[in-house]
């Protein structure tokens, strides 16, 4: 857990106009208004979220960042699950984890796609092996007969 300065309480602080005074200059300022994590358009409810404690209370609007509220509560789940790296290191895995976890996304869609295009990889065949293109309209117009009676049902 990130430690905060001893003279300021972390709670009164988010609800002082201090706080409403800097959130309105981070959003008004040039810096990023996307969430940092997943790049989500800002929207009501969006969070921004301290990189570190230090400065607490008279922190640099470079020590903030927007997130979504499922990317903040993602972060600071983080944070509970990597005691010894500091906040901002915890936001940056965060971000990055997030970034692997649609890439593999995006990759397994990719080859689920393949798979429902060609129908001898669905069956576990080599295509080359079945390649003629009145067997391939075929097996491609049975397995569409199958689909249709899937979503049917």
């Known amino acids: 857990m990130a430690i905060l300065p001893a003279k300021v309480n972390y709670y009164e602080y988010i609800m ?44 640099r609007l470079e020590d903030l960042v ?44 990719a080859i689920t796609q393949h798979i429902i295009d060609n129908p001898y990889v669905a069956r576990g065949l080599d295509p080359k092996l079945f390649g003629t293109p009145r067997k391939k309209r075929k097996i491609q117009r049975r397995h569409a007969e199958s689909q249709s009676r899937k979503t049917k049902t």
Not at 67 to 74: I, R, Y
Not at 83 to 94: A, G, I, K
Request: charged share 30%; hydrophobic share 30%; net charge positive.
């Open 66 to 109: 927007p997130v979504c509220e499922p990317c903040h509560v993602m972060i600071h789940n983080n944070e509970k699950k990597h005691p010894n790296m500091s906040l901002r290191e915890v936001t940056h895995f965060t971000q990055k984890n997030y970034l692997k976890e649609k890439e593999l996304e995006a990759k397994q869609a």
């Open 16 to 59: 002082s106009d201090a706080w409403r005074r800097k959130r309105k200059a981070y959003w008004a300022s040039n810096l990023r208004k996307d969430c940092f994590v997943c790049g989500c358009k800002r929207q009501a409810g969006f969070h921004l979220h301290h990189l570190t404690y230090e400065r607490l209370g008279n922190e």
